[in-house]
């Protein structure tokens, strides 16, 4: 294979560019849109098989020739592959644009249009019933308290029905206008928009950006204001948030000739809710890993799954009910150099074949301190980003 890089010089959407069949994953209009498949291939094999393709062009740096874009699964060791596109439109941070082909593919780039409006009935289900739910967010509560685990995520899902094919391409220029600051993302029926960087690598820096600890936004900026200050004061919040900063930075300063964070975390906005967060940042020793060797020893968090966890997982599927799938993984891309961006696979929804079905999931941490009503708020607060948008769709 061989993959030529040019530079664009008119701007393009890279929303557009994906539309609703190809692929996408940006933040603030930085990232990658791309069609077609050259290969699907199997994660332990990506790294191998970028390098070998044949590289071309007049544009360099983390993302320019082939990439590879993939959900990983939440579950630990369960097998996954990346896609290889076969024309992929990129945009950095310093305003360059760039188009990569693989072997002289006759595919274009031309965009789809502003999708026309619809009219669509849906339907809202439950999948996990709420019974099911608090009883799990009492179990793990209980489990904390007994000291079996310090902390453990608790999911649900409900399932949106319609009577028409989702149109991801509108789902996704809705959740842009809410969420443009989140990566968004759709791979291969699987979108969403995640407020929280698991991993990037861009040469030797490396950076996370965990968030745990979550508070309501409900538009009037002296009560969201009151929100935030509660949230930063709750030992609730700050004991979920801490185990997950721990857990990163551990993971990562084997891997590190220096690794700094924010001495307190800050308040992160996204349109419905707030969370706290830490900024990790850090020099990769030499030889840099791959990005995707990080996104093994990161994934799941323990804002996703708990600590310890191997504990808090076992806890997981006795007690909640749902089959995760790539809920609470991770999402993002890769280069023949190793470099990457991946997001925490959240605020998302997994489509049918059909599109007509979509199953959305949002969960908790769950701590000593957690109250089984107030995490059920929780997570409905968290799915509003997705729902809006599809049922707006």
């Not at 557009?16 to 994953?25: E, K, M, R």
């Not at 291969?188 to 820096?205: I, Q």
Request: proline letters at 6%; one cysteine or more.
């Amino acid at each position: 294979m061989r993959a030529v890089t040019k530079a664009l010089d008119a701007d393009v959407d890279l929303n557009d560019v994906a539309g609703s069949t190809g692929y996408l994953f940006v933040r603030d209009g930085v990232g990658f849109a791309a069609r077609g498949v050259a290969a699907t291939v199997d994660s332990r094999e990506v790294a191998e098989f970028l390098a070998a393709i044949d590289r071309d062009g007049d544009v360099g740096g983390p993302g320019t020739g082939a990439i590879a874009l993939g959900v990983k699964p939440f579950r630990p060791g369960e097998p996954w592959s990346l896609v290889i596109p076969r024309v992929v439109v990129g945009k950095d941070g310093e305003g360059r644009k760039w188009i990569t082909r693989i072997d002289r593919t006759t595919d274009h780039i031309d965009a789809e249009p502003t999708p026309s409006p619809t009219v669509s009935s849906f339907s809202i289900e439950p999948g996990v019933d709420e019974a099911t739910y608090l009883a799990a967010v009492t179990a793990a509560r209980d489990a904390v308290r007994d000291g079996s685990i310090t902390k453990a995520v608790i999911a649900r899902d409900v399932v949106v029905r319609s009577s028409r094919p989702i149109d991801v391409h509108a789902t996704l220029l809705r959740l842009r206008s809410s969420f443009g600051s989140s990566y968004r993302y759709s791979i291969d029926g699987f979108l969403g928009a995640s407020p929280e960087l698991l991993v990037s690598r861009a040469g030797d820096t490396v950076r996370s950006h965990p968030l745990a600890g979550t508070a309501p936004r409900v538009g009037d900026p002296t009560v969201d204001e009151r929100l935030a200050a509660a949230l930063v004061a709750s030992t609730k919040n700050q004991i979920e948030h801490r185990i997950v900063i721990e857990m990163v930075h551990d993971a990562l300063l084997p891997w590190c000739s220096y690794l700094d964070w924010e001495p307190e975390p800050s308040i992160v906005k996204v349109a419905n809710v707030q969370h706290l967060g830490t900024l990790v940042e850090g020099r990769l020793s030499h030889p840099a890993p791959n990005v995707l060797e990080l996104v093994e020893v990161l994934c799941p968090t323990p804002a996703l799954g708990g600590h310890p966890r191997d504990e808090a997982l076992r806890l997981i599927d006795r007690v909640e009910g749902i089959e995760r799938g790539p809920y609470g993984g991770a999402v993002g891309w890769v280069d023949a150099d190793g470099n990457g961006t991946w997001a925490v696979a959240i605020r998302c929804a997994r489509l049918s074949e059909d599109r007509r079905t979509a199953r959305l999931y949002a969960g908790g941490g769950i701590v000593a301190d957690s109250d089984p009503l107030s995490e059920l708020a929780e997570t409905q607060a968290k799915m509003q980003a997705m729902l809006s948008a599809i049922i707006r769709a």
